[in-house]
């Protein structure tokens, strides 16, 4: 299952009538935009969220697979069947921008970093954001969001709403599939790197994290378990690497922030010290160097 943003303005209402979310295939100039050519992925079972005028008014379910079609004026669109439930109380990108912001990809983000909307139509909307809406939405209808756990089964019975028994599948297939891929990126790491720390060598479980090097709301399903996107660190220098304070260049030459170069040895950090890169890893740590390295 995958979660997508559907940015519809004055769309919304016949889209919603009509039960999809369609896209031409062409502009006028005979391009495809991103935002259009990805209606084409969606799946049945897919999770959406409506925005319109600075809010996300509803969520969907798509019910079939996105399939091609030609319109009355024989220009072809993708369409998937989509059913909508409206939100009885919108909610305000603006207002819960400083929760959505760090979630928000570098490339492909529904959302400017002030919370207005970019243009276009269909953006992904990674795991970790999709979470962020459903705990902003179950505030305004639950005081304990902790009771959600003993009420799942009758909620999957009918036995509350269908807005209320979306969003509690919904939570159960994110944490479902964050917590799949997860483990087997985790599993790939402590394989990759013989269960030590790449940088110190410290081979306690308990002190040792696989960390991404793009991260997961920037990366697509296969790079998230990719072995090659991210290296096993010990607590210390996992969190340096994760806040951007130290990076690797292709061949795995630690590259180190100038704040941080003062206080290298603290952190047993040597200038030009390598670790046990290969090939593969070249990409991935060209992301974080370019993407997410502090050199001041």
Known sequence: MNSYIVMQGETYREEKRLGIVRAPMKDKSGATPHSWLRVKS????????????????????????????????????????????????????????????????????????????????????????????????????????????????????????????????SEYLLKRKFSKLQGQFEALQMERWQ???????????????????????????????????????????????ESGQISFTGAGTLRMSISLQEEAERYSLRKNMRIAANDSNKPFFRWHRNNHFMNE
């Not at 912001?101 to 492909?108: E, Q, T």
């Not at 720390?197 to 296969?222: E, F, G, Q, T």
């Not at 790079?223 to 096993?232: H, S, V, W």
Request: aromatic share 10%; glycine share 6%.
């Open 42 to 169: 969606l799946q049945k079972g897919d999770r959406t969220f409506h925005y319109v005028k600075g809010a996300i008014v509803a969520v969907g379910t798509i019910q079939e697979d996105a399939r091609e079609q030609k319109t009355a004026a024989k220009s072809a669109e993708w369409v998937a069947p989509c059913e909508y439930l409206e939100l009885d109380v919108p909610l305000e990108i603006v207002s819960c921008i400083k929760e959505v912001k760090h979630h928000l990809p570098i490339k492909y983000a529904a959302f400017q970093p002030d919370g207005h909307g970019n243009s276009g139509y269909l953006y992904p909307c990674n795991e970790a954001l999709a979470m962020v809406f459903l705990d902003l939405l179950s505030a305004t209808k639950w005081q304990n969001i902790e009771q959600l756990e003993f009420v799942y089964d009758a909620v999957r019975e009918g036995k509350y709403n269908s807005l209320t028994a979306w969003m509690m599948d």
């Open 195 to 241: 269960g030590r720390c790449a940088i110190c060598s410290i081979s306690n479980p308990a002190l040792l994290k696989a960390v991404y090097s793009k991260p997961w709301k920037d990366s697509n399903d296969a790079e998230r378990i990719d072995p090659a996107n991210g290296t096993l660190l010990c607590a210390n220098h996992a969190a340096l690497y």
